[in-house]
């Protein structure tokens, strides 16, 4: 049955991102909640269903989505209409594994115009009905569990969100994200030099590995290159274990702000790296928290503790 004769049924889009912006949906497999940007019209309505493809090293559908609130321009952001870009909130299931392009690309459905076929030149594109609908069929075989939820999606069930900040919308990017800031830099090299005044951490050392970098840590994985913000010793474990800390100022869910696919992505970097050598935890430290961000960490397992400015934490870690 084709989407169309299905009252009020949703629209179906690709939204297609890079490793950088995707890759934490093929380390952690829990449900989430975030900022996105709508197509460039800002056509995309609460309700509509996303297919999540990665580039670049990825090649991949990674999660489908559904979106959680009508786009709204980043007007506050931007004082140019030229420059504004259309953001939302969406409800993403990751996939229980990436579905390459090719797969994809070799169904039935996959015809040329169908909105499924060689993602490039947009970050969006729509999908039409037909495709949506082969691309349920095609999940269900596949994956389906996920192909339940974007059933239950496509039929307008499940509920949404509760409280979330859409005037932040009109903030989303107010300026591009930079490696780090000069303020987050200072707060890092406070917090490490106090975690390390309390003898029950240490920096890193030569004999450790081949680069003992504490402060901005380099990693490699299929996103590119990245940096810790802090990599110490945990001297209190009886097993040799590594503390890998995400900082922030303000940790929400704006892409530019949001420290939760940093550090599924920095945790499951270390974790490839230096395993069974080193265990690995991670932690985020910010001066403020997003209700979305406490609930997100709360839900995913992730641990949180406050700093104020001087770098001192809130409580004990």
Known sequence: MSLDTVSGAPRGWRVIAGPESLLQYTLDRRPAIGMWTADRSGRMRRGDVLLMYGTKRLQSYVAIARVCCDPRPNDRAQRLKKNREWWMYVQVQPLGSPIPRAEVESQTFAVPGSGVRTPAGSRSNSVSSEALTGFRSFLARR??????????????????????????????????????????????AQIAERLVKTKQFRYLAAADMANPRSLEHPIRDLAGAGRVDILLVDLRRMSPTLLGVEVKLRASLAPANNPIPQITRYHAAL???????????????????????????????????????????????
Do not use: N
């Open 143 to 188: 994956d389906p569990p996920t192909s339940r939820r974007l059933e239950m999606w496509i039929a307008g069930r499940g509920r949404y969100p509760p409280e979330l900040a859409t005037e932040e919308l009109r903030w989303a990017e107010w300026e591009r994200p930079a490696k780090s800031t000069p303020a987050e830099l200072l707060l890092s």
């Open 271 to 317: 974790v490839d790296r230096y395993s069974p050598c080193w265990a690995v935890e991670t932690l985020i430290v910010a001066e403020h928290f997003g209700d979305a961000v406490i609930r997100e960490a709360a839900q995913k397992g992730i641990r949180y503790v406050y700093t104020d400015r001087s770098g001192r934490l809130k409580e004990q870690i």
